[in-house]
């Protein structure tokens, strides 16, 4: 596990960073990025409109829905654009710095603050602010009139959207570290489904009870750090199917319908999928990006053109995967074959979280709180 993996690592209680074995790795050079190659521009996108929100959050992503675009920044910014024309909705300083990305469903907003609190706006104004139980690292999800979010402890709790009452709380047993990064928090049907340790779980949504459980990978090692294999998000969705990332370990489907494991595949890498009805992407630490195949989990292809550039989770959009590096470079790859479309620039930060779509434009945030649209052309 590299030293960039572990910083990620905390903590259950006090929430303090595991400092495992920082000395010994710091004696290991990190190897250099592969090098680009001249950009191929086989694919023609033209740069629609850029937006500031300031320095995002550790574990803060773009959230997209319908044409909106839900966005925090560390600062205490809230921002809603317009996708297609990079105009605020609105827009809101919570004066605190935010620890998470933003969930919505259309109506209520949601994120945490670094102290813990739980705030939901509307139209821009702050209709509740409730106090959680422990840190937060996933953005949470509303809906159904509902808020859930799920604590670096593994509890969930569930919030009533309208005056932010707690409905219930389900908490689960697990190791003894957590990863400071977002992890999986999604509706399927009737169904709330959440990565606790590295399993997928299903929730009744009105009660919180267990309906079913999925392991994604199996804790294994000899010592705490080997043992962690939270979920990390994104997850890749279509319709009941959910393929996930246990960290450094594993990925893997589940029928989210019956809470059948479908499939799962050893894999190192530290961030989510994207996916399609053929194909789940993921990057590997070491910088590969790989494709299964979504029925059975084998290996479609394997690129090594991006390896060591300390890759985003990708999204995958039409005939593109989309991903953004360290350098905040966003390669766009062709779905067949990892083959490079063309290469886009953003403002020389990292690409946080994925890309995401909105309406007709691809959408990316960065680490200084850059927005970049791009439509195809």
Known sequence: MSATARRFAWRIGAAAVVALLVSACASN???E??????VAALMGTQLVWTAQVGTAPATAKPFALGNRIYLSGGAGTVAVIDAETGRDVWR????TPLA??????????AVVTRDNALVALA????????????QVFTAPLVAGQRVFVVTAERTVLAY???????LWTQSRPGEPLVLRQGGVLLAVGDTLVVGLSGRLTGLNPQSGAVRWEAPIATARGTNEVERLVDLVGPISRVGSSVCARAYSAAVGCV???????????PAQGATGLGGDDRLVFGTESDGRVRAWQRADGAVAWTSERLKYRDLSAPLAVGRVVALGDASGTLHLLSREDG???TRLSTDGSAVIGSPVVAGQVLVAQTRNGGVFAWRPQ
Not at 160 to 166: C, E, I, T
Request: no cysteine; charged share 20%; net charge negative.
């Open 29 to 31: 050079p990190k190897p």
């Open 339 to 341: 083959s490079e479309l």
């Open 123 to 134: 139209n821009g104004q702050e209709r509740w602010r409730v106090q959680l139980p422990a």
């Open 255 to 265: 029928d989210a319908a019956r809470g059948s494991v479908a499939w799962n595949q």
């Open 33 to 38: 990025p592969a090098p680009l190659p001249p």
């Open 160 to 166: 009533d959207g309208a005056s932010g009452a707690r």
């Open 100 to 109: 998470t990305g933003v969930g919505s469903d259309g109506e209520t907003a």
């Open 92 to 95: 809101t300083s919570l004066a």
